[in-house]
């Protein structure tokens, strides 16, 4: 069987020459779109993302800053930067680098976050608006964005199929079964806790992995025809592995993204692309520190 290998390098060029011609004439506005970028600590891999982030932003024109936090940072003085920056007219899309240390809580950090900024589409406002329907995925997660648009935009049908997500995390898991449930799919969703985890991966017309765990998807796993879409990032090394044995699936399925080069590259563009649309929202808007809707 021929496999199309889903290239995420490729498509999320043709996203980002898109944004940049968008910010050659947003940029000659008064106020311009603008990122912020938050990093608490010195995380290896935190600084390795940021660093990505920010080269993307850069290509493509978008104003950005990094603020280094240093790893004792308390609750109290995180919450009062993201209070500052919710109320900071010139800043239109805020991203705080997970994972946090042990001593900052990720759900008590997002009530200081202006949700209309929350370009990660972690806060509760934006993942509660998911189960509207796709027309409310504006600030959807980055990552199950970047999954919907390589299906889509690779011509995978998702109405009608069955699509099993391995993984429950609120990041990805979670909110991308709701949208592809936005897209009439049936959708499992398995974790840790699943018994027999191949006799349900072995039903999927469409298998999205997303652990984190080296070849956790074997031949074996997949039905012969399958797509599969790898989300799963681990290291030996300074070799990157997926959740899926990748040269194992070649010839068994009919597509199959790769990682690295799959969802990681269509992350970062949506997260662009994410930034733009909190833009485009606030110039539409009077700008209000009071419209934050913290809780």
């Not at 912020?36 to 800053?65: F, H, R, W």
């Not at 899309?93 to 949700?115: A, D, H, R, T, W």
């Amino acid at each position: 069987m021929q496999t199309k290998i889903l290239d995420g390098n490729a498509l999320a060029k043709v996203y980002l020459d898109q944004y940049k011609n968008q910010l050659q004439k947003l940029n000659q506005n008064s106020i311009k779109p603008h990122l912020s970028m938050v990093l608490v600590g010195d995380n290896p891999a935190s600084i390795s993302y940021i660093k990505k982030k920010q080269e993307s932003c850069q290509k493509v024109g978008l104003s950005t800053e990094v603020i280094l936090l240093p790893e004792t940072t308390t609750q109290a003085q995180l919450s009062t930067v993201l209070k500052k920056l919710s109320e900071n007219p010139l800043v239109h899309g805020i991203l705080v680098q997970l994972p946090l240390p042990e001593q900052l809580s990720v759900p008590y950090m997002l009530k200081f976050l202006n949700p209309r900024k929350d370009v990660d589409g972690f806060h509760a406002y934006n993942t509660g608006k998911l189960f509207r329907s796709a027309n409310y995925e504006k600030l959807a997660p980055c990552t199950p964005k970047g999954v919907i648009r390589i299906l889509e935009d690779n011509q995978i049908p998702v109405k009608g199929q069955h699509v099993v997500v391995v993984g429950h995390s609120d990041i990805v898991g979670k909110p991308l079964g709701v949208m592809l449930l936005n897209r009439d799919a049936t959708v499992s969703i398995a974790h840790k806790f699943t018994q027999n985890l191949g006799d349900l991966t072995r039903q999927a017309d469409i298998l999205v992995s997303a652990v984190g765990k080296k070849h956790l998807i074997t031949k074996d796993m997949v039905k012969p025809g399958a797509v599969v879409i790898d989300v799963g990032f681990s290291k030996e090394g300074k070799k990157i592995y997926g959740d899926c044995d990748f040269e194992g699936l070649k010839g068994h399925v009919s597509a199959i993204s790769p990682v690295p080069g799959g969802a990681g590259p269509m992350t970062v563009a949506l997260l662009i692309e994410n930034t733009l649309n909190a833009y485009k929202w606030w110039q539409k808007h009077e700008f209000s520190s009071k419209d934050v809707l913290w809780d």
